[in-house]
């Protein structure tokens, strides 16, 4: 079945260390998307890409890097800039004109400083 | 830029009450709407849709109508469950050139036997 994984699904992140968190689609979708999710704030759009090797900054992009090397993968550096990382994450794809299909969401990623 | 505005919550109902989470949205044209479902500790799921003034989406019970002119896509079930205990969010498309879907905040229901 086609869908997206992000991995992994708890994440331990030292102060001053940087992490990584992965998000893979085989949905073939053109587009894909990271937001953080902290409670009582809803969504925040991180970065966003529309094709590979192209991505966009969102609304909250200080401190967070990505790369759009292949179509299937949109992986998120968490970087040691990042002073409240502690926070759920989302990963979403798809297709390059969403306005009519939406996008298709990953399980998450919780990450936690410790 | 666009925003979309759902009702405060939480919002906690007995088991067969009815349900509605409002939504309304401010951008211009014709921005084809969404509701997700996001139950404790999963990523999102598309519950329902509508992408033209006037359509209504429906899925699981849940029901929801596009109105242009109150820009409104309200959530409604008639008799909600245990199981539909989740956080809500509407957003909308306005398609263009970046095809980014804008979300409201979320609203959390808690349903109780």
């Known amino acids: 079945d086609g869908g997206i994984t992000q991995s992994p699904k708890y994440l331990f992140r030292k102060e001053g260390q940087n992490v990584t968190l992965s998000c893979e689609q085989n949905l073939n979708h053109d587009a894909m998307y990271w937001y953080r999710q902290d409670p009582g704030q809803g969504l925040r759009l991180i970065y966003y890409s529309q094709i590979v090797n192209d991505f966009q900054k969102g609304d909250i992009a200080e401190g967070y890097s990505v790369s759009r090397e292949k179509k299937e993968s949109f992986p998120l550096t968490v970087t040691s800039a990042q002073k409240n990382p502690t926070a759920f994450y989302l990963c979403a794809s798809s297709i390059r004109d969403s306005s009519n299909y939406g996008y298709t969401f990953g399980s998450g990623t919780r990450l936690t400083v410790v | 830029g666009d925003s979309v505005t759902q009702m405060e919550g939480p919002v906690t109902l007995s088991e067969e009450a009815f349900l509605t989470i409002n939504c309304t949205y401010t951008?211009?044209?014709?921005?084809?709407l969404f509701w997700y479902v996001q139950y404790p500790g999963e990523g999102l799921q598309l519950l329902l849709k509508?992408?033209?003034?006037?359509d209504k989406g429906s899925n699981k019970g849940f029901e929801a109508t596009y109105r242009k002119e109150t820009t409104s896509f309200h959530l409604e079930k008639g008799s909600v469950q245990v199981s539909d205990s989740a956080v809500y969010f509407c957003g909308e498309n306005s398609g263009g050139s970046n095809y980014k879907l804008t979300f409201g905040k979320g609203t959390l229901l808690t349903v109780n036997p």
């Open positions: 951008a211009t044209g014709y921005p084809s």
């Open positions: 509508a992408t033209k003034a006037d």
